[in-house]
């Protein structure tokens, strides 16, 4: 596991202060981890693509607003 999260390629957003206390996510074979870059050594969770999409459009249509 630590092998392949060493290789991982992870994306922050560009609205995050220079990576620092942010969400990170990467794509890793069929499955996107959000992980947290304060600690970067914890387990990531682990979404379907499918749980990513569906997120993502309940974003765009403004469901989780309220949170904010």
């Known amino acids: ?12 957003s560009r609205f995050s202060s220079n990576g620092a206390s942010c969400v990170m996510v990467a794509r890793v074979g069929d499955e996107i981890w959000v ?9 990531p969770k682990k979404y379907s693509l499918v749980e990513w999409i569906a997120f993502k459009a309940g974003i ?9």
Not at 1 to 12: E, L, N, P, Y
């Open 1 to 12: 596991m630590d092998d392949v999260k060493d290789d991982v390629k992870w994306i922050t």
């Open 35 to 43: 992980g947290d870059s304060k600690n970067p050594d914890a387990e």
């Open 60 to 68: 765009g249509a403004g469901d989780f607003d309220k949170l904010i």
